[in-house]
């Protein structure tokens, strides 16, 4: 896991979505290329009924129409079985009328608390690397990996702290990434001021892009492929 870590910060971006979107297209293919007909997993998806939007568009994109055409069958059956059933019983109607006002659309087709599977893996993932992230922060090479880094997105440093329990490490991850932000917004400014007519012959340089990874350093990359 340390491994995989410092070699995550000598990317481009948050090290934890880099690893969760190199997890994510590794279980998409996994999953289309072996898991397609699992029993568990046919059970789990007809639950949740499906992906997420993201993630449903996400393996459309690996093009394996095959795979997924069993997928979505399945899921239409499931469907046109639970419509069927809506339509012939006014109680059920009644009820169905009721819960559209409250939920979400595809809501009223789903088990509760049953949620996308990649979305639920994803989570799993990100608990796994904010966790790592405390244990190895003292290593030495862990810290100065991250000194040098793009850091983390702000969604993944406020998930890591909220796992701290030694004010000390609290304190010492916000000081390395108070490092971190503040050199990018010195080059936010260097960005603004070369747009100043005055300045704009002096070209640019490495803050040409500050302002795209400002937005990943507050919302984070996500996981589109």
């Given at each position: 896991?340390?491994?995989?870590?410092?070699?995550?910060?000598?990317?481009?971006?948050?090290?934890?979505?880099?690893?969760?979107?190199?997890?994510?297209?590794?279980?998409?293919?996994?999953?289309?290329?072996?898991?397609v007909n699992d029993v568990g997993i046919r059970e789990q998806l007809r639950k949740s009924l499906g992906f997420c939007n993201i993630h449903a568009w996400q393996l459309q994109k690996l093009g394996d129409g095959f795979g997924e055409s069993?997928?979505?069958?399945?899921?239409?059956?499931?469907?046109?079985?639970?419509?069927?059933?809506?339509?012939?019983?006014?109680?059920?109607?009644?009820?169905?009328?009721?819960?559209?006002?409250?939920?979400?659309?595809?809501?009223?087709?789903?088990?509760?608390?049953?949620?996308?599977?990649?979305?639920?893996?994803?989570?799993?993932?990100?608990?796994?690397?904010?966790?790592?992230?405390?244990?190895?922060?003292?290593?030495?090479?862990?810290?100065?990996?991250?000194?040098?880094?793009?850091?983390?997105?702000?969604?993944?440093?406020?998930?890591?702290?909220?796992?701290?329990?030694?004010?000390?490490?609290?304190?010492?991850?916000?000081?390395?990434?108070?490092?971190?932000?503040?050199?990018?917004?010195?080059?936010?400014?260097?960005?603004?001021?070369?747009?100043?007519?005055?300045?704009?012959?002096?070209?640019?340089?490495?803050?040409?892009?500050?302002?795209?990874?400002?937005?990943?350093?507050?919302?984070?990359?996500?996981?589109?492929?």
């Open positions: 896991m340390l491994h995989d870590l410092i070699e995550a910060f000598r990317k481009n971006g948050c090290c934890i979505c880099y690893l969760i979107r190199k997890r994510v297209h590794k279980y998409m293919g996994d999953f289309l290329y072996e898991q069993i997928i979505y069958q399945d899921l239409f059956e499931t469907i046109i079985n639970k419509l069927n059933n809506i339509y012939e019983s006014n109680n059920m109607l009644k009820t169905f009328i009721k819960e559209l006002s409250k939920n979400k659309n595809l809501d009223n087709f789903r088990d509760k608390n049953d949620i996308c599977l990649i979305c639920k893996q994803e989570k799993e993932w990100e608990e796994m690397y904010a966790l790592s992230f405390i244990e190895y922060f003292h290593e030495p090479i862990f810290k100065k990996s991250f000194q040098n880094s793009f850091g983390l997105c702000i969604p993944h440093l406020l998930e890591v702290l909220k796992k701290c329990k030694d004010v000390k490490l609290f304190k010492g991850i916000i000081r390395i990434e108070l490092g971190i932000m503040d050199n990018l917004l010195k080059e936010l400014k260097e960005f603004h001021r070369k747009h100043d007519y005055r300045f704009s012959k002096e070209g640019f340089g490495k803050e040409g892009d500050s302002w795209i990874r400002a937005i990943e350093k507050i919302v984070g990359k996500g996981t589109l492929l």
